[in-house]
Each structure stands twice: as C-alpha cells, then as structure tokens.
C-alpha cells in the first residue's frame, strides 16, 4: 500500500513538474529591432497626379519626408513584424502585405501592416483593392506602389536583422488633440497609447503610439505654385520630434486608432465664425503642424515617463481573421436629398491580433467609430488592449450600427449594411483574443 502511494505521489508530482515546465517554455527572452526606411516620392516622379476618391490637385514637391517603419518582436519560438507605412491606406494589400511576409519568412497572420492615415500623399484615398473602385492602376501609380512595398520590405528585414535582448512595457494617457468630427460635442476617445520597447540597457528601440485621429491635419489644403506637398503630417512631425530624442533610436510608430468620426482639434482649414466666411491658413498650416506636433509629442513623453521599466520575459501569440458582412452603397439622392441604398457584394473586414503577455494589438481593417473602439477596449480580456485601425485590407469607413441610418463619411459610401460589421468586429475579435489568453 504505502509502495503503491508513493508511486501516486511522484506520479502527481512528476506531473505538476511537467506541468511547470511546461507553462515555463510558452515564455521566453524578449529580443527586438526596428528600422525606418525612407519612402518620399524623389524629384524625377513630380508632378504626381493623384487619383481616387475626389479630385485633388497635383504633388509638385516635398514638405517634410515620409517613412515605412517596422517593429520586429522575437519570444524564442514566435516572431511577429509590426508595420506602418506613411499613406492613406494600404494600396493592393492582396499583393502587399503577402509580399512582406514571404520576404521576411513569416505567416501572413505574423506581419501587422497599418498605414499611419496621412491624407498629404499622393496615393490619398486611393485602393487598388477596395471592392468597389472602378478604375485601372496608371503606370505612375503601380511604380509609387512598388516603391512604398519595397521600402516596407527593407524596413522589415533590417528590424529583423538587427535583433538584440530588449523589455518591453504599454502605458495609457491622454492627449487632448482630437474631436468628433460632426459633432463637437460627439463621442470621442482622448486615449493615447504606447508600448515601448527598449534594450536591457535601456537604449531606445521603438515606440508604437497609437491615438485616435487621422493624421490629416494639412491634408492637401495648402498649395504651392501648380499644387500640393507630401507631408507625414501630424504623425510624422510628432514621430520625427520624439526620434530625434536618442540619437539612436527610438524608432517610432504612429498608428490611428478608432478614427473613423474624428478630426484634429486644430487644423488649417479655419471654420466660419458668424457672418466671418470659412478659410484656410495657407502657409500658416505649416506652423500650426509643428505646434500641434510638439503636443502629441509631449503627450507621449508623458506617457513614456509614468511607465513602469518593462519585462524580459514574454509570451507572443498572432492571429487573423476575416469578418463577412453583406454590402451595401450609401448615396444621396441630389432630387430628393433622402438617401438611396443600393445592394452589392459580400465585404471582407480583415482583424488581426497581436499578443505580448497581457498586452493586445488589435487591428481592424477599416475606420472605425469613436464609441466602437471603447467597446474593444472594454471588452477585451487582455488587460492592456489597444485599437489600429487602417490595417491592410481596409474597407474604409465602418459605422456603428446606430449611424447607419443615413448616408454618412466613407470612402466610396458606405459599404455595409447595418447590423453586422459591429458585432461581427466584437465578436471576432473577442474570440481571438480570448483563444490568446487561454
């Protein structure tokens, strides 16, 4: 008998060893790189005539330079690259984001690509892939299309190639640099978002800051002789202010969170004021970049410096997944001024999901609500959850189910019908996250 126990008990005891051990190896040492590389269209490819949604006039020349920046994350058995690339939304995702994966020898449903939403592009608006563009990629176009893939490219493999022993660390504050983009007054998420990742050192590797806001606080209002500039606009002023902290880093990465019915506090385009006409700050948008940068640059560096130092030992989990919802066009009737609601097709809404411990990217591949974005955070089982939205693949604009009853801002109308993409994004994205934890 007390032979037959004793079996019993190393038996448990085994077991519980095994077990330990077990869950020990799902962790592993955090190693990271990150890489910026420059994708500014060069002087020979001006003027660019910029095609897509609306008309805008030609890019004649450069404000300040844009980028493609990765993140390359490494726990010992699971590698993930997280992308974003100064444009409006991800042109040809069916051939981008594939093309990124196989060059740096990962699973698509590894590579997180988003588009930090910058309108001072001459790709704006423009989906090579959206499901209801009608229209054929010019020559011009496919080659600024190559350049930005081959730029994300060569910033994902320099991030991989450049790996050292690094913690990692999230932290939430606010910046008030954003509103509802009808209604003053309307919904809106002030969250900014950050996680850090630093050497063992503690020399700087990348901040990924995620706020949000389109970053299309110039836009294309501001023309020079014979037509606009690139610009990274807000992001990109605010990412080259909080790069030039280190001289070595850190990389930064700006993504645009639950975006879809926001717009910066402060922007060129000056509104009426009584019988005083509406008009545009011209010149003056440059200035009042820079001032508004310097904010969302602060506001990061408040963030950063009540962050806790990080931890070394990490567990990393990707995954993807596709929402279907059914398709629908939202237009105004110009006799009527009521809206008209025309079927179509099936739309993809791609979701990804990036882990780190306890620590959620979320990724929606369109822009979502302000009070849609609340509820991802606030449902997620992951104590610290964030919302990209713009990942490759997007659809466009994706309203709440409340605010599908008239036509409202999208890229193209509206392309769902009420009643699915909400659910469907908070469902998916619950599964996923929940499949993550466990």
Same mark, same amino acid.
């Given at each position: 008998?007390?032979?037959?126990?004793? /079996?019993?008990?190393?038996?448990?005891?085994?077991?519980?060893?095994?077990?330990?051990?077990?869950?020990?190896?799902?962790?592993?040492?955090?190693?990271?790189?990150?890489?910026?590389?420059?994708?500014?269209?060069?002087?020979?490819?001006?003027?660019?005539?910029?095609?897509? +949604?609306?008309?805008?006039?030609?890019?004649?020349?450069?404000?300040?330079?844009?980028?493609?920046?990765?993140?390359?994350?490494? =726990?010992?058995?699971?590698?993930?690259?997280?992308?974003?690339?100064?444009?409006?939304?991800?042109?040809?995702?069916?051939?981008?984001?594939?093309?990124?994966?196989?060059?740096?020898?990962?699973?698509?449903?590894?590579?997180?690509?988003?588009?930090?939403?910058?309108?001072?592009?001459?790709?704006?608006?423009?989906?090579?892939?959206?499901?209801?563009?009608?229209?054929?990629?010019?020559?011009?176009?496919?080659?600024?299309?190559?350049?930005?893939?081959?730029?994300?490219?060569?910033?994902?493999?320099?991030?991989?190639?450049?790996?050292?022993?690094?913690?990692?660390?999230?932290?939430?504050?606010?910046?008030?640099?954003?509103?509802?983009?009808?209604?003053?007054?309307?919904?809106?998420?002030?969250?900014?978002?950050?996680?850090?990742?630093?050497?063992?050192?503690? +020399?700087?590797?990348?901040?990924?800051? =995620?706020?949000?806001?389109?970053?299309?606080?110039?836009?294309?209002?501001?023309?020079?002789?014979?037509?606009?500039?690139?610009?990274?606009?807000?992001?990109?002023?605010?990412?080259?202010?909080?790069?030039?902290?280190?001289?070595?880093?850190?990389?930064?990465?700006?993504?645009?969170?639950?975006?879809?019915?926001?717009?910066?506090?402060?922007?060129?385009?000056?509104?009426?004021?009584?019988?005083?006409?509406?008009?545009?700050?011209?010149?003056?948008?440059?200035?009042?970049?820079?001032?508004?940068?310097?904010?969302?640059?602060?506001?990061?560096?408040?963030?950063?410096?009540?962050?806790?130092?990080?931890?070394?030992?990490? /567990?990393?989990?990707?995954?993807? /997944?596709?929402?279907?919802?059914?398709?629908?066009?939202?237009?105004?009737?110009?006799?009527?001024? /009521?809206?008209?609601?025309?079927?179509?097709?099936?739309?993809?809404?791609?979701?990804?999901?990036? +882990?780190?411990?306890?620590?959620?990217?979320?990724?929606?591949?369109?822009?979502?609500?302000?009070?849609?974005?609340?509820?991802?955070?606030?449902?997620?089982?992951?104590?610290?959850?964030?919302?990209?939205?713009?990942?490759?693949?997007?659809?466009?604009?994706?309203?709440? =189910?409340?605010?599908?009853?008239?036509?409202?801002?999208?890229?193209?109308?509206?392309?769902?019908?009420?009643?699915?993409?909400?659910?469907?994004?908070?469902?998916?994205?619950?599964?996923?996250?929940?499949?993550?934890?466990?």
């Amino acid at each position: 008998m007390f032979q037959r126990c004793s /079996k019993v008990l190393l038996n448990i005891l085994l077991g519980l060893i095994f077990a330990t051990l077990a869950v020990t190896a799902e962790a592993g040492s955090l190693r990271a790189g990150a890489a910026r590389v420059d994708i500014t269209p060069t002087p020979d490819e001006f003027p660019f005539t910029a095609e897509g +949604t609306r008309p805008i006039a030609p890019y004649v020349g450069v404000h300040d330079p844009v980028y493609a920046r990765a993140l390359f994350l490494d =726990d010992g058995s699971t590698q993930v690259a997280i992308l974003v690339v100064d444009v409006t939304a991800i042109p040809s995702p069916g051939k981008f984001l594939p093309a990124i994966a196989q060059a740096i020898g990962l699973p698509e449903s590894n590579v997180f690509l988003a588009a930090s939403h910058t309108h001072s592009v001459p790709l704006v608006n423009y989906h090579v892939d959206y499901p209801y563009q009608v229209g054929t990629t010019s020559p011009q176009q496919a080659h600024e299309i190559d350049r930005l893939r081959d730029g994300a490219i060569e910033a994902a493999r320099h991030a991989k190639a450049d790996l050292h022993p690094a913690r990692v660390a999230f932290g939430r504050g606010v910046a008030w640099l954003n509103v509802n983009s009808s209604d003053p007054q309307g919904p809106s998420d002030k969250s900014l978002d950050v996680l850090r990742v630093e050497g063992t050192d503690g +020399t700087p590797i990348a901040l990924l800051v =995620d706020y949000g806001v389109p970053s299309g606080l110039v836009s294309d209002n501001y023309r020079t002789e014979g037509g606009v500039q690139v610009s990274g606009d807000l992001f990109g002023a605010a990412a080259r202010m909080l790069e030039a902290q280190s001289p070595k880093g850190p990389v930064v990465l700006f993504a645009s969170s639950s975006d879809g019915d926001q717009r910066s506090l402060i922007s060129g385009n000056l509104p009426k004021v009584g019988s005083v006409p509406a008009g545009n700050a011209g010149e003056a948008q440059w200035v009042i970049l820079d001032a508004v940068g310097r904010n969302l640059a602060n506001a990061t560096l408040a963030v950063t410096g009540a962050m806790p130092q990080g931890t070394t030992e990490v /567990k990393i989990s990707a995954s993807a /997944k596709t929402v279907m919802c059914p398709g629908e066009h939202h237009d105004f009737d110009p006799k009527t001024g /009521k809206p008209v609601f025309t079927d179509r097709g099936s739309v993809p809404i791609p979701l990804n999901l990036i +882990t780190i411990n306890d620590i959620a990217l979320a990724g929606v591949g369109g822009n979502v609500y302000a009070e849609m974005g609340k509820k991802i955070k606030a449902s997620s089982p992951l104590s610290q959850t964030t919302l990209i939205g713009g990942t490759s693949g997007s659809v466009g604009y994706i309203l709440p =189910d409340a605010d599908f009853s008239a036509a409202s801002h999208s890229l193209g109308g509206d392309p769902m019908k009420g009643g699915c993409a909400e659910n469907g994004i908070l469902q998916g994205l619950g599964e996923m996250m929940h499949a993550a934890k466990r």
